[in-house]
């Protein structure tokens, strides 16, 4: 019988097949850029936090200029990706505690980056997988809803399926992985009317063998 770390492995080979491009789908150009687009992308589609960060990061140049927005004026310029009060809130907060505790660059550690506002787990993660090349797992929606589905965790907790996803997918591909995760979550795993007669891991799916 297969075990869970060599379906993983299995599940990675044939994904990275059909999606070799599988990376973040954030558009940044900076470290804080792509901190301040994964705080966005919270309840949000990342086609919606790209529309909206392109000219959001033109006007706000650097993590001064986040950290002396207005806070009515930058809620006003984000406010297409939803829970905007606590976004733009937060988003200048961060702003200001990296000018004040980190000498004004991005922190490179995840106890360090969760002590920003706004920033979890998920957050810290992506910052530090797509900009510091830290192995580190991407929990969202995609990747909760298809580790379930496949039978790589039983848990519905973020961090407990941060946890069970690290323990069975070597710590090289954990970054890899999850976002193989959310392109196939995104192409073939829908929430709702999955396209299990197109998906190319269906033998391996605990959901597809029993429904």
């Known amino acids: 019988m297969i075990t869970k770390q060599e379906k993983a492995i299995e599940i990675y080979k044939r994904l990275i097949r059909d999606y070799p491009e599988a990376k973040c789908s954030l558009d940044y150009d900076k470290p804080f850029q792509l901190l301040v687009a994964t705080q966005l992308s919270a309840q949000c589609t990342d086609v919606r936090v790209n529309i909206v960060t392109k000219p959001l990061f033109k006007k706000y140049k650097s993590i001064k200029a986040f950290?002396?927005?207005?806070?009515?004026?930058?809620?006003?310029?984000?406010?297409?990706?939803?829970?905007?009060?606590?976004?733009a809130k937060n988003i200048i907060g961060t702003a200001i505690m990296i000018l004040e505790r980190y000498n004004g660059e991005v922190p490179p550690k995840l106890e360090e980056l969760v002590t920003l506002p706004g920033v979890g787990r998920k957050t810290a993660n992506v910052v530090l997988g797509d900009i510091f090349h830290v192995p580190s797992v991407i929990v969202d929606t995609h990747t909760k809803r298809l580790s379930n589905r496949i039978g790589l965790s039983k848990n519905q907790d973020p961090t407990k399926i941060e946890f069970d996803i690290?323990?069975?997918?070597?710590?090289?591909?954990?970054?890899?992985?999850?976002?193989?995760?959310?392109?196939?979550?995104?192409?073939?795993c829908y929430a709702r009317n999955p396209q299990c007669s197109l998906c190319v891991i269906n033998d391996l799916c605990k959901f597809y063998r029993t429904n």
């Open 67 to 87: 950290a002396n927005a207005d806070l009515n004026e930058l809620e006003q310029d984000i406010k297409s990706t939803g829970f905007y009060h606590n976004k």
């Open 166 to 188: 690290m323990r069975v997918v070597p710590k090289d591909m954990w970054t890899i992985f999850s976002h193989l995760l959310v392109f196939h979550g995104r192409n073939i």
